[in-house]
């Protein structure tokens, strides 16, 4: 395989780690999709905006399947394609600019924290990159239980990659697992 011209032997992955703070700051922060995901999944967890508290095992609570669109969006396929001069050209799930930053790079001691793997490189941030997922008409399908065969459906056949474009305006109907019959 290649990318822009360059045989895969010569490239690597790339990961943007978010910092601890920029995790505490995304599932604390009152107004962010992280704080949504909490309040959905970790309402039932005692203290769960207080990171000496219930913080943690409020994320921890957050079901993997909700959980990975994050995770996937913040893992890059070509170091090549993400060096700092391309931030800008990087791209979310949806194919839309992530708008990712240099000034986003954690620094320590004055000095970006990038970490040479054997495998890839590892861009400490202090910001986390939503997913279209949770951006787009699907958030509300994914993260309310009683749709989630519509949601399987929207999977399943491939309309994510219709209902995640954000440049486009959507109105999505759907129906409850309870009202949906399927014969076989």
Known sequence: GTTAGVRSEHDM????????SA?????????????TLINRYGSNVPNNDDINGGLLE???SIPLE???PLVRNHMLMSFNSS?????????????DPMKVKVEDIAKEDGKEKVIL??????????????PARYKS?????????????????????????YLLSMGNKFSLV???????????
């Not at 995790?23 to 704080?35: H, M």
């Not at 060096?83 to 194919?95: G, L, T």
């Open 117 to 130: 793997a054997n495998n890839g490189v590892v861009y400490v941030m202090n910001k986390l990159y939503n």
């Open 137 to 161: 008409v699907i958030a509300p399908v994914m993260l309310t239980d009683t749709l989630s065969v519509f949601y399987k459906f929207i999977n399943d056949l491939s309309y994510d990659q």
């Open 13 to 20: 992955a790339a990961i943007f780690v978010p910092s601890d």
């Open 58 to 60: 409020a994320i921890d």
């Open 23 to 35: 995790v505490i700051n995304y599932f604390a922060a009152a107004e962010s999709s992280g704080r």
């Open 83 to 95: 060096v700092p001069s391309k931030f800008e050209n990087i791209m979310d799930d949806a194919r």
């Open 174 to 184: 759907v129906s409850a697992d309870n009202e949906i019959v399927y014969y076989a």
């Open 66 to 68: 909700v959980i990975e």
